[in-house]
């Protein structure tokens, strides 16, 4: 009797932990659903601001949709000198609002750039729809005579030379990195436009992209997210600390895929994602 009894406890044991666990590691995926017609963000955005009195950086990300949603996600991602810094991923149900954020050292001579994803899924009886936003920042900063200077927009003379410098280092070095992943993935460059995933947020203003209709754009530029979500920013919830650069978009001039092409574990890796026009 008294073995049933501590078998039986142990038995309650292991699935008390087991529910704890699962529930705890129960991340949704980021799924995309036809846009809801009157449904959206009233506010998406990401910030970077200089904590003066303790020399660190603060990351915020924030987002507030019109009306409470039954899942709300908002993801976003972090590059210093075109190399990864970190990720941030967030999902809550029933808000309307949803914010995360973090503050790390200051790097001094950086060229920090976030990109988001904000997510909202909507259930209405027997149909399901979302609402989707996109937000991005960037920071420069620098010492100048033992000054730091830091800033998102380049105003003097000397903040453009230093915002100049910094980004043709860093293109210098992505532009290297990209060249050999093309070459290691067999790809004709030529067919494609080629835009950073930290530039993803002016998608709406590439000439070859607008050549889809409004509700094929919002289409791709969600499914877009979802398998970058599944495929890469999971991947780099569990390795946080694996060095890689910024990803290259490769957009088919004829509208018909574009690819990801980046760098995990000394790896180069590619997903495609196929273009219908059908909506």
Known sequence: MKQSVQLLTIITLISIITYVWTENNNVP????????DVNTFTKSE??????????EIEWTVFSKSNVPTYLRQDISILYVNGMFQGVFSAWRQQISELKQQTSFPLIKN??????SYHHGEIHEANTISSMQ???????????????????????TAIEQEIASSLRHETDKVLQKHWTKLVRALDIDI???????LTQWTQIGENSTFTRLSTSTQQRVIGQFWEGLYKNYILLLQEQQDVPHYIPLILLDKNVRELRIIYELNGEPEQLIQRISTHD
């Open 190 to 196: 030529t067919t494609y436009d080629c835009i950073p």
């Open 29 to 36: 995926t980021v799924k995309y659903f036809p846009i809801h």
């Open 133 to 155: 936003a996109m937000s991005k920042t960037q920071l420069f900063t620098s010492e100048e005579n033992d000054k730091a200077i830091y800033f998102s927009k380049p105003k």
């Open 110 to 115: 950086g060229l920090y750039e976030s990109i």
């Open 46 to 55: 990401t910030t970077l601001q200089v904590k003066k009195r303790t020399d």
